[in-house]
Every structure is written in C-alpha cells, then in structure tokens.
C-alpha cells in the first residue's frame, strides 16, 4: 500500500511564496503521473498541477506563471513551487499519484494566504 506524505504547508501573507513536497511512503518505481490537486472551503476538488512520466506538465490557468511542479525521477517525489501566492490560493492541497493502474491520494497539507 503506498501512502503519500506531503509537507510544506502552512500561512503566508499575498504576494509569498511557499513550496510543497510530496514523498510516497514506499519505494516505488516509474510512476505515470504525479500532480497536485487543491480544494477550497466549498469548492470542488481541482486540478492544480501534474508531469506525465515523459516530463510534460499541465497547469491549471490560475496558477501558470506563478507556480511549478518539480517532479524527481530517481525518488519519486513531486513538489510545488508556489510564488506570489494569492489570497484564492488558499485551500487544502493534495498530492496524486497514478502507479500500476491506481489512483493514490495524500491526507492533504493547509495552504493560506492572509495578511
């Protein structure tokens, strides 16, 4: 069973910067993908970032430009650069991963932007 530990979260006032990083559990090998998703107080659950196995990355608009998935091949970690952070960046972000077939979920690390 893999389990996905994220850390890195935390309160940042608008305009900061923070980074997110997210490591499995157990060695794993090639993962498919690896990507962030986030979830705000009464929102839906969205795609922030991912990297397919053949490093091409996707971001959702709100967050090109500011932010940058960092994905290590040889541990299988992924993390999030986030610069110039915003107050609508706040939510619960989680890491995903597709490995042999399965979706696998973090329990999620707090991000809030506020002065």
């Known amino acids: 069973q893999v389990q996905l530990v994220e850390s890195g979260g935390g309160l940042v006032p608008p305009g900061g910067s923070l980074r997110l990083s997210c490591v499995p559990s157990?060695?794993?090998?090639?993962?498919?993908?690896m990507g962030w998703y986030r979830q705000a107080p009464g929102k839906e659950r969205e795609l922030v970032a991912d990297?397919?196995?053949?490093?091409?990355?996707e971001y959702d608009d709100s967050v090109k430009g500011r932010f940058a998935i960092d994905r290590d091949y040889d541990r299988n970690t992924v993390d999030l650069q986030m610069n110039s952070l915003k107050p609508e960046d706040t939510a619960i972000y989680y890491c995903?991963?597709?490995?042999?077939?399965?979706?696998?979920w973090g329990r999620g690390t707090q991000v809030t932007i506020s002065s």
């Open positions: 157990v060695e794993i090998l090639q993962v498919d993908l």
């Open positions: 995903n991963i597709l490995y042999q077939g399965i979706t696998y």
């Open positions: 990297t397919t196995v053949g490093g091409i990355a």
